[in-house]
């Protein structure tokens, strides 16, 4: 069908004003695409299904088809049936009483009328500038100090050019209100049909079309179907898809991407182009078009990938500072460039050779580069920034739930997943909820919770486990690959063959990820499913609470084994600690920190950018897929070749992905986990937040333009917060604490330098010789035997403090083993008790909410209350006068004789009466002479 120009704004549209979202003002109001045949009864949703060639099949399927249709006409929705290219579509509409009765229902935050909804809002935050301005200018009218309205003056001119600077500056970086205009804040009250003189319910643009969308799916939901056999779960839309009934269900976009004009054009020319990277993005205009929950996504990605900023801009200082002062560096100096350095090192694995020291002397620079004196500072700066993001967000986090009605958000308002209550459909209510005070049953203990937590737990820590499998076979791998090249009688040196096996290690484990994230998800969702849990954000969070617990076991076992087990426990020549016979895995010739950055970098980089190309590639694969079914069933069903830009809206959309209703737990795993790459483990890799803030500003984009390109448009769902990913965040931020103390204490040299430096008067002369001890290799049959008839090898050095063989407690730890000890336990303690106070000053400093906004809120709920008791009074005061009327009239006729003579006076009365109540003329009349039958304020909305 042809579409028409899309409208302009009118003149008197002003976003400041006008509460409906510009997408009632740009769509091109004549799609008919959009509408009902009759060209005025909007699509709210759409539901598709093909007929199945199987017969049997398809009468099943068309009966539970028939019966739910009957439920949803029912229910007061009205529907319209078209045909395109062998697909059926339903079309559904829900009238203006479904919506009041459902959005009654669901307590929706609905905009209050405008006239409602003056304040007067106090600009707090410049309080002291106009002081100063006051006290200026009365110092200036009054005393006369010499020079003071020049300081004035010329303090005035700076603070301008600086402020029109830092405005231009701003302008390229704020969003672009020509395109997205600010939106004045309304008053919002819970919506009920006993106060709907609070709401213009008549406006077009009232219920908007992601609260219709919302409402809609809610009581597709929870509509029953036939089923073969009596069936608990017979009900929902979602089940009839499953099971074939229909192929899809969905709301629709409101035009293409290229279609001037609508909001989805708008929003992917200005905020999903990657060229608009700078930029803010325009979350009220997200947040009307996908929803809160969406819009709360790319909120907290937005922010996170702000504060990245500032903590890239530190980690590649730091690394600048640790490339300058690399020259100077003297045990580098010892290694690369001293002359006739001829180190021998034992070897590292039982079947590696001796090897020279010389050859680490690349490694021993990159050692520096993430093991130097400002990896003490970055590791404090990191869990100071991590602190400090999460109390910004939460700050920022409420003025967003303000901003966006969902302050008085409760998780008992939410009504309870169907799921969960058809479980417990033969189980008699006995609770009764104290919110909503509707009668549910509550799950037993005894015979369903505790086995299904119980099941539960017990395969988490199996999967647990085998997890840790996985990381024994990618150890395995490693010492295979050491194994292979010594048989093969490669000629590659033993520190090179060290990290070829640590690099190929790495790869193998990012594969083993990816094949258990697959197996971790299904089993977490079915067991999350047995835990019967009542609303939908309690299985959200629960099965995010399971699935990152997986995921952190799966990602940071291996990393946590480097940094933490790796190389620490293998013993002594002579003396190594075996298990089944074989010598523990030792680090690279580079150090436990090399390999440690070589792991986190590959796992890191290697995942963002496998995860980039899926989302680039793998949506186009699937709607590719997806068009060579179409046009295979236009091929086999004989129909004529489609015109493609004559599709209607609902075929255009039907071709696009489902976005699903998790969609988003993948997208906050994913930066979540990033997280933990960038704070957890940071003092082993200072340019993570650069590699993840370059990450994040191409996701914020790539996600945008992959939600409004290749899916369907998603039910707006109204969250209160981002839920349990601020917890995880929390703890997050607590562990990066820990575990880079022990990093800085343990798997760098940083202590045994620190000690040495203090020993020898600042200086790192001689350090490298005394951080390696001497073993006599007579001593090791197995390593004279490996030394064969090489006479030139008769000792060689390990890194470690031990007494030398000349000693006469040979082999023994020396003082300045437990020295250095010490200092690391002393280390943790003073690194751990610092960081933690400036983590507990930060969040002392910043409350969770400014005092402006919450005296704001304040004052909003005091003013929704005035005006619901004013209006309730003038009711109230109606009400009498209508009382007084109908008793009037049940007089007789010499009552109202013989109180004829005070007529004048009650009139007067009444009339004033009437006045305070603030009717319209035609009402007063009507109610004064008896005749108010239909004042306009009848019935619900009385």
């Known amino acids: 069908m042809p579409m028409t120009e899309p409208t302009e704004l009118p003149d008197s549209y002003d976003e400041r004003e006008c509460s409906c979202p510009r997408e009632f003002y740009q769509r091109p109001e004549l799609n008919t695409s959009l509408f009902f045949d009759d060209c005025t009864r909007s699509i709210d949703f759409v539901l598709a299904y093909k007929i199945n060639a199987n017969e049997l099949l398809e009468s099943d399927n068309a009966e539970k088809r028939r019966v739910f249709q009957e439920n949803l006409i029912h229910q007061g929705l009205e529907v319209e049936l078209s045909k395109k290219e062998q697909i059926y579509f339903l079309k559904i509409h829900a009238p203006l009483e479904v919506l009041r009765r459902y959005a009654e229902i669901l307590k929706l935050r609905m905009p209050m009328k405008e006239s409602f909804c003056h304040m007067r809002v106090h600009e707090r935050s410049r309080r002291l500038h106009n002081a100063a301005q006051y006290l200026s200018k009365k110092v200036c009218q009054t005393v006369q100090i010499p020079g003071l309205s020049v300081v004035n003056r010329s303090t005035k001119s700076v603070y301008s050019s600086l402020k029109g600077i830092f405005q231009f500056f701003l302008r390229n970086v704020y969003i672009d209100e020509n395109y997205f205009p600010k939106r004045a804040h309304r008053f919002t009250a819970i919506y009920s049909r006993d106060k709907e003189y609070l709401f213009d319910i008549r406006q077009d643009c009232f219920f908007t079309t992601a609260v219709r969308s919302r409402i809609v799916e809610f009581i597709l939901d929870r509509q029953r179907f036939p089923a073969k056999r009596h069936s608990d779960m017979a009900f929902g839309i979602e089940r009839l898809i499953s099971e074939g009934a229909y192929a899809a269900a969905y709301p629709l976009h409101d035009g293409e991407i290229t279609e001037v004009g609508t909001t989805r054009e708008l929003l992917y020319s200005n905020w999903a182009s990657v060229?608009?990277?700078?930029?803010?993005?325009?979350?009220?205009?997200?947040?009307?078009?996908?929803?809160?929950?969406?819009?709360?996504?790319?909120?907290?990605?937005?922010?996170?990938?702000?504060?990245?900023?500032?903590?890239?801009?530190?980690?590649?200082?730091?690394?600048?500072?640790?490339?300058?002062?690399?020259?100077?560096?003297?045990?580098?100096?010892?290694?690369?460039?001293?002359?006739?350095?001829?180190?021998?090192?034992?070897?590292?694995?039982?079947?590696?050779?001796?090897?020279?020291?010389?050859?680490?002397?690349?490694?021993?620079?990159?050692?520096?580069?993430i093991d130097n004196p400002s990896t003490i500072f970055f590791a404090v700066f990191m869990s100071f920034w991590a602190a400090l993001f999460l109390e910004l967000w939460k700050r920022y986090s409420a003025e967003?739930?303000?901003?966006?009605?969902?302050?008085?958000?409760?998780?008992?308002?939410?009504?309870?997943?169907?799921?969960?209550?058809?479980?417990?459909?033969?189980?008699?209510?006995?609770?009764?909820?104290?919110?909503?005070?509707?009668?549910?049953?509550?799950?037993?203990?005894?015979?369903?919770?505790?086995?299904?937590?119980?099941?539960?737990?017990?395969?988490?820590?199996?999967?647990?486990a085998l997890a840790f499998v996985a990381l024994i076979a990618v150890v395995v791998h490693r010492m295979s690959v050491l194994a292979a090249l010594k048989v093969d009688g490669s000629n590659m040196t033993t520190s090179k063959a060290m990290i070829l096996a640590t690099a190929s290690a790495a790869f193998v484990n990012l594969c083993f990820l990816y094949i258990l994230n697959y197996l971790y998800n299904h089993l977490a969702e079915y067991l999350t499913e047995m835990e019967m849990w009542r609303t939908q954000t309690q299985f959200d969070d629960s099965l995010t609470l399971k699935i990152y617990l997986l995921q952190f076991v799966n990602y940071y076992a291996s990393i946590f084994y480097i940094a933490f087990f790796k190389g620490k426990f293998v013993g002594r020549p002579g003396e190594y600690n075996e298990v089944f016979h074989y010598r523990q895995e030792e680090c690279s010739s580079g150090g436990c920190l090399t390999e440690l950055c070589i792991q986190l970098a590959i796992i890191m980089i290697g995942k963002q950018a496998f995860n980039t190309i899926l989302e680039v590639y793998l949506p186009m694969f699937w709607r590719r897929v997806l068009a060579i079914q179409v046009g295979l069933s236009r091929l086999f069903g004989n129909a004529a070749k489609a015109d493609k830009s004559k599709d209607e809206r609902w075929m255009r959309d039907f071709k696009l992905l489902d976005w699903g209703a998790r969609s988003l737990f993948p997208e906050y795993l994913e930066m979540v986990l990033q997280y933990g790459f960038v704070t957890i483990f940071v003092a082993a890799f200072p340019l993570a937040p650069l590699f993840a803030l370059l990450n994040n500003i191409l996701e914020m984009r790539l996600d945008a333009k992959k939600l409004l390109t290749h899916h369907k448009r998603p039910v707006s769902q109204r969250v209160r917060d981002i839920g349990v990913w601020y917890r995880i965040l929390d703890c997050i931020g607590k562990l990066s604490v820990i575990t880079n103390g022990f990093i800085i204490a343990f798997t760098s040299d940083l202590?045994?330098?620190?000690?040495?430096?203090?020993?020898?008067?600042?200086?790192?002369?001689?350090?490298?010789?005394?951080?390696?001890?001497?073993?006599?290799?007579?001593?090791?049959?197995?390593?004279?035997?490996?030394?064969?008839?090489?006479?030139?090898?008769?000792?060689?050095?390990?890194?470690?403090?031990?007494?030398?063989?000349?000693?006469?407690?040979?082999?023994?730890?020396?003082?300045?083993?437990?020295?250095?000890?010490?200092?690391?336990?002393?280390?943790?303690?003073?690194?751990?008790?610092?960081?933690?106070?400036?983590?507990?000053?930060?969040?002392?400093?910043?409350?969770?909410?400014?005092?402006?906004?919450?005296?704001?809120?304040?004052?909003?709920?005091?003013?929704?209350?005035?005006?619901?008791?004013?209006?309730?009074?003038?009711?109230?005061?109606?009400?009498?006068?209508r009382r007084s009327q109908s008793m009037a009239h049940n007089h007789s006729q010499q009552d109202l004789d013989a109180a004829s003579v005070d007529e004048p006076n009650t009139k007067f009365i009444k009339i004033e009466k009437l006045l305070n109540a603030n009717l319209s003329q035609i009402e007063m009349d009507s109610v004064i002479h008896g005749e108010n039958t239909n004042t306009g304020l009848s019935g619900a909305s009385c």
């Not at 739930?401 to 006995?430: C, K, M, N, S, V």
């Not at 400014?850 to 209006?871: A, C, F, G, M, P």
Request: proline content about 5%; charged content about 20%; some cysteine.
């Open 275 to 369: 060229r608009k990277w700078y930029r803010y993005q325009p979350l009220d205009d997200v947040k009307e078009y996908f929803g809160v929950k969406i819009g709360l996504y790319f909120a907290w990605l937005g922010y996170y990938t702000y504060m990245l900023l500032l903590a890239s801009i530190v980690g590649v200082a730091c690394f600048i500072y640790s490339w300058v002062t690399l020259k100077n560096y003297v045990p580098v100096q010892d290694i690369c460039l001293r002359p006739n350095t001829n180190i021998t090192m034992c070897p590292l694995c039982d079947w590696c050779e001796f090897w020279n020291l010389r050859e680490t002397c690349i490694y021993a620079k990159i050692t520096y580069l």
């Open 400 to 464: 967003i739930t303000h901003r966006w009605d969902l302050t008085g958000f409760d998780l008992h308002e939410e009504h309870p997943r169907p799921q969960y209550l058809a479980r417990l459909e033969h189980i008699e209510p006995t609770r009764t909820d104290y919110v909503t005070n509707m009668k549910e049953p509550t799950v037993p203990f005894w015979r369903m919770k505790l086995p299904a937590t119980v099941f539960s737990f017990s395969v988490v820590v199996l999967l647990i």
């Open 751 to 881: 202590i045994p330098r620190l000690v040495y430096r203090y020993r020898h008067n600042g200086s790192l002369v001689g350090y490298l010789d005394s951080t390696l001890s001497e073993f006599l290799i007579v001593d090791s049959p197995k390593l004279h035997s490996l030394a064969g008839d090489n006479t030139n090898i008769t000792t060689c050095r390990y890194a470690d403090f031990r007494e030398p063989p000349s000693s006469t407690e040979k082999y023994h730890l020396t003082r300045d083993f437990y020295i250095i000890l010490a200092c690391r336990l002393a280390f943790i303690v003073v690194f751990e008790n610092f960081v933690a106070l400036v983590m507990i000053f930060v969040r002392w400093c910043i409350p969770d909410m400014s005092v402006e906004l919450r005296d704001q809120i304040k004052r909003e709920v005091y003013i929704t209350n005035e005006i619901i008791i004013e209006q309730e009074a003038k009711r109230a005061r109606f009400a009498r006068i």
